[in-house]
């Protein structure tokens, strides 16, 4: 049997989450195999052909900010952007590119590449190889089908839907991954002997449609806005071209078509198992779910510059294709659309987060690590971001560092990955901005803010990246210095160039931050008082911290309380079921999770605040009885 060796980290995948690992744990310096199914789809776009979207805008920008790939690929893909939720508050402003998502995964694929200290290969993974220590069970690296091992200190599981894959298109099932690709069928064996909870999840994707059949002129355009930021904070100059979306809906006749068709939908007639996504449902589940809905929205999408290929975005369907054919031709615009690669669902195994530390180390398999959909989520965003804290955390192992773990108060990220390893999912988890209670303090601007600092402590912060951060957040200090020193008072000059303005007049004596608090445009103060002109980021910055000032300090004051129980930590050999005060539920559901702190236990689905106080007390009296006996 052939044998390599002596790899430091292997990353088992290569879609967004294991391109993430992978690219972290190299540029960390630890000579890192990235293996996957097939070469040609190195962070392939199975699905929707864009990045980004409320709650998972955020998510990129936090990637970005620590040093990962992302945004700076999305940024070069970008054929068409747009700033979403602009009539709302900064918190749940959100970004959204379309991707061309073959442009996309060329990136990535000369990004891996070229990395120093990393090797990619297409290989499939059959078996992890494990040995037995005296601390318990350790990963040792894995079997491939050709017979081949490969050893490593460290293993990241990032295999997507490919685990177990099976393809449902109406009646037509076969084993299979997206896109036509091979499935893993063997790996999920060789966790389960491991010990790991396997789960059985399902998602979908709908038709792609030639462009040249569709009749544009029965759409709406969605054109792109110019002005919309990009994802990087290092980007400089985004791609001038932006092409057209159209926006159509579905109606009467379409949903009479599905409804007819329901006992052919493997969604609605028990062939499918698994559980699917419940803020992406499938067309036909729509359609069942909301009778009373009139209509429903779709957008169709570009897939790249150089493809006639469109997606129809909200059409996400498992029905034979004679059935989406069939509903197709009710719809505005697409009545003589052809298809060219029809809708499916696919089934896949996943693992329970239950079993993950919240560095996303696997409980009782030392060296191993799993992200991204693998874990039970959805979305492009929600599995690079796993995949970045993966591979810098198996890097700290090998090192002898402790975790990156970043806290909900820190960002979404850490929002998503708390959610996971502490309450766990019965779906697939798709990241939103209502999950965050901290929302005005992690918005999409201020991700570099919060989190550049730890990316440049960690090592994957460039001296480039440094120095263009550290400018902006002292530009933002200065300004923010001079808006809170400036005084003004209410006398003729002062008053007289309010008025020329258009505003009104000042009343009584304040400083600059109060009037731009008041009237929330610092162009306007700039012209009024020759103040220095800021780049728009920074003016940005400026304009959110002195109009939303209040606010933040309250959110910081909730986050301070939060963070004294999350201080107060829970000893990890804790015998839940000898605290008998606790209700049973309690008690089970603390075992399974075993919690790091209080405020971690807080959180846990079944834990009720009774529980926290008996758990508070039983800790009071551990203390005590430990003073006692010293």
Not at 274 to 296: L, N
Not at 304 to 329: A, H, I, K
Not at 494 to 500: F, P, V
Not at 556 to 581: F, G, K, N, V
């Amino acid at each position: 049997m052939n044998s390599t060796t002596d790899y430091d980290i292997i990353v088992v995948g290569a879609g967004h989450a294991g391109v993430e690992a992978a690219l972290a744990a190299a540029r960390l310096g630890r000579r890192t195999l990235c293996v996957t199914l097939s070469l040609d789809n190195i962070a392939m776009m199975p699905c929707n052909p864009s990045v980004g979207g409320p709650g998972k805008s955020h998510l990129v920008r936090e990637i970005d900010a620590l040093g990962g790939e992302m945004g700076i690929a999305a940024d070069r893909a970008s054929i068409q952007r747009r700033l979403l939720n602009t009539g709302k508050g900064p918190a749940v402003h959100a970004l959204r590119m379309q991707a061309d998502k073959f442009l996309y995964q060329r990136i990535m694929k000369e990004t891996l590449e070229n990395t120093p200290n990393l090797d990619v290969r297409q290989l499939l993974v059959t078996e992890l190889l494990s040995e037995e220590t005296e601390d318990g069970r350790r990963v040792t690296g894995i079997r491939c089908e050709t017979g081949e091992q490969i050893t490593a200190r460290a293993v990241i599981l990032a295999t997507g839907t490919y685990l177990r894959g099976r393809i449902i298109l109406g009646e037509t099932i076969y084993d299979g991954g997206p896109n036509g690709q091979r499935p893993a069928m063997q790996l999920s064996d060789s966790l389960r002997a491991l010990g790991l909870k396997i789960m059985r999840f399902k998602t979908g994707t709908p038709a792609r449609v030639d462009a040249r059949t569709v009749d544009f002129s029965r759409t709406q355009v969605q054109e792109g806005e110019e002005s919309a930021p990009p994802f990087s904070f290092m980007t400089e100059k985004m791609p001038r071209e932006q092409v057209r979306c159209w926006l159509t809906y579905t109606n009467a006749a379409t949903h009479e078509v599905i409804r007819a068709n329901l006992h052919r939908a493997p969604m609605a007639n028990g062939v499918i198992e698994g559980i699917g996504p419940r803020y992406c449902p499938s067309v036909e589940t729509k359609i069942a779910r909301f009778p009373d809905k009139e209509r429903h929205q779709l957008f169709l999408e570009p897939e790249g510059l150089y493809t006639n290929e469109l997606y129809v975005q909200g059409m996400s369907t498992s029905l034979p294709t004679d059935v989406q054919e069939e509903f197709l031709r009710t719809i505005a615009g697409l009545e003589h659309a052809r298809i060219m690669r029809p809708g499916y669902a696919i089934e896949y195994d996943c693992f329970d987060p239950l079993g993950l530390e919240s560095s996303l180390a696997v409980k009782g398999v030392a060296g191993l690590y799993s992200c991204g959909q693998a874990n039970g989520t959805s979305g492009y965003e929600e599995a690079a971001a796993q995949g970045l804290i993966a591979g810098i955390n198996a890097a700290r192992e090998i090192a002898g560092e402790e975790p990156l773990i970043l806290g909900r108060s820190d960002g979404y990220i850490g929002v998503l990955i708390d959610d996971l390893v502490t309450k766990g999912t019965e779906e697939p988890y798709r990241m939103m901005t209502s999950r965050a209670e901290y929302r005005l303090i992690l918005r999409q601007d201020n991700a570099d803010l919060r989190l550049t600092p730890v990316g440049r402590e960690i090592g994957l912060v460039s001296d480039a990246r440094w120095a263009k951060f550290t400018a902006k957040r002292d530009a933002i200090a200065a300004a923010l210095r001079l808006l809170e020193t400036t005084k003004l008072t209410p006398d003729a000059a002062t008053e007289g160039r309010l008025a020329d303005a258009g505003l009104l007049p000042l009343r009584t004596p304040m400083n600059l931050a109060a009037l731009l608090r008041r009237e929330g445009s610092y162009d306007v103060l700039a012209r009024i008082f020759d103040l220095p002109i800021l780049a728009d980021d920074v003016k940005e910055e400026v304009e959110i911290t002195v109009r939303y000032d209040g606010y933040i300090r309250k959110q910081r004051e909730q986050i301070a309380r939060m963070e004294r129980l999350e201080r107060r930590r829970i000893p990890e050999e804790i015998d839940y079921a000898a605290i008998t005060s606790l209700r049973l539920e309690a008690q089970e559901k603390l075992a399974a999770v075993r919690p790091h702190s209080i405020g971690q236990a807080s959180r846990i689905s079944g834990v009720s605040p009774a529980d926290v106080s008996v758990l508070l007390v039983y800790l009071e009296k551990l203390t005590l009885t430990a003073e006692t006996s010293r």
